[in-house]
């Protein structure tokens, strides 16, 4: 039985072999047998290995530096004069400039390097001048809780990992200008605010209207900004510290006002 429209005959003159499964050539296109298919097989006069020296020596790039037969076969142009330089001649003197034009391209780089570096010491300045206020702080805050520790009063049901640490400065008689020592006391962490201001009153003996209608209450301000610690009587004194609005040990003013602010003079 013949198959006479199966296949296709070799391409090669003196092959023409009948082949069922012809292979094709990448480079001329034709059908070639399993056996001529490959290019040099067939000498394909289009593939790359049977291109002639002179065509590839068309294709290179020679230096146009003088006295350089360097070639290559990728075009490496300089941007300001266009021409083709090898590797070894790239630095041809063509960017070069003279002294002046150098020595103002200088000047002009170190205008922008000067300003930044009179602006980053200001900043660095002004960084080394705030940690090491707030490491003084700290380290205060430290050395005024290990003292007040040991002087501090406070009611005895508060148990040891529960006391938090205040030094209280009472209400003043504005008036008179009357200014009572201040009292190293320590409160339950776990109460409100509202808690601790009664017990502060109790400890100093001082008069304390808080659960009456009568205005000009209790209330605890910052020793150092003067500004109120908490308006909410039931808010946990435990978050206050959470929030870093309260530190374990720091100055506190007691004192009757409604106000948002006191008079920090009337404590110095």
């Given at each position: ?9 070799c391409?090669?003159d ?25 290019a ?66 200088l ?68 008036a ?17 605010v ?72 009337l404590?110095?």
């Open positions: 039985m013949e198959f006479p429209a199966t296949g296709e005959c391409a090669l003196n092959c023409k072999q009948l082949d069922f499964l012809p292979f094709k050539c990448d480079y001329c296109h034709l059908t070639f047998c399993k056996t001529h298919f490959n040099e097989s067939h000498k394909c006069a289009k593939s790359v290995s049977n291109i002639t020296s002179p065509t590839k020596q068309s294709l290179n790039f020679v230096c146009s530096k003088d006295d350089c037969k360097e070639t290559s076969l990728i075009e490496m142009l300089c941007y300001n004069c266009k021409n083709h330089f090898c590797i070894k001649h790239r630095y041809h003197g063509c960017l070069e400039t003279n002294n002046d034009e150098t020595l103002r391209k000047k002009k780089w170190q205008i922008p390097k000067k300003q930044f570096a009179h602006v980053k010491a200001i900043v660095d300045q002004e960084v080394s001048d705030s940690l090491r206020k707030s490491k003084n702080t700290a380290m205060a805050n430290k050395v005024q809780l290990m003292r007040m520790k040991s002087i501090a009063v406070g009611p005895k049901n508060v148990p040891t990992n529960e006391r938090c640490y205040f030094l209280v400065y009472p209400p003043i008689i504005a008179s200008k009357i200014t009572n020592v201040p009292k190293g006391i320590y409160m339950n962490k776990n109460w409100t509202g808690k601790i201001i009664d017990s502060m009153a109790d400890i100093l003996k001082i008069p304390n209207n808080n659960n009456t209608s009568i205005t000009n209450k209790l209330h605890l301000f910052h020793y150092n900004t003067g500004a109120s610690i908490c308006n909410k009587m039931d808010t946990p004194v435990i978050d206050l510290f959470e929030s870093s609005v309260l530190i374990d040990g720091q100055c506190v003013i007691l004192e009757y006002s409604d106000d948002t602010a006191v008079d920090l003079t404590y110095e």
